[in-house]
């Protein structure tokens, strides 16, 4: 069993950054690649980025490429996604989650969810 708990959220001006921390509970978090996931209002939940177990590949969207950054600390159970030149369109609930393969992870498939944290950006 896994627990995700994220944190970082907030408000922020166009052209802003943010970073988001997830922590994940158990010993058994480098055993999961993660990813990160955002839900705007009225929308389907989409893929942001994702990790492997090692942190050795990361993989984005599109629409956050060049901007976003994933990383993660396996001594610290914790995964981040640092933003950088936040746009109001980046405006979601964000949610971290895990699962062993990173493959099925980016189309949804997880194994866990955290509760989410909303980002706002302001135009």
């Known amino acids: 069993q896994v627990q995700l708990v994220e944190s970082g959220g907030g408000l922020v001006q166009a052209g802003g950054s943010l970073r988001l921390s997830c922590a994940a509970s158990?010993?058994?978090?480098?055993?999961?690649?993660m990813g990160w996931f955002r839900q705007a209002p009225g929308k389907e939940r989409e893929f942001v980025a994702a990790?492997?177990?090692?942190?050795?590949?990361?993989e984005y969207a599109d629409s956050v490429k060049g901007r976003f950054t994933i990383s993660r600390d396996n001594a610290k159970n914790t995964v981040y996604l640092q933003m950088n030149s936040l746009k109001p369109e980046d405006t979601a609930v964000y949610y971290c989650?895990?699962?062993?393969?990173?493959?099925?992870?980016?189309?949804?498939?997880?194994?866990?969810w955290g509760q989410g944290t909303q980002v706002t950006v302001s135009s």
């Open positions: 989650a895990a699962k062993i393969l990173m493959a099925p992870l980016k189309r949804g498939s997880c194994d866990y």
């Open positions: 158990g010993r058994t978090f480098s055993s999961y690649a």
């Open positions: 990790i492997t177990r090692s942190g050795g590949i990361t």
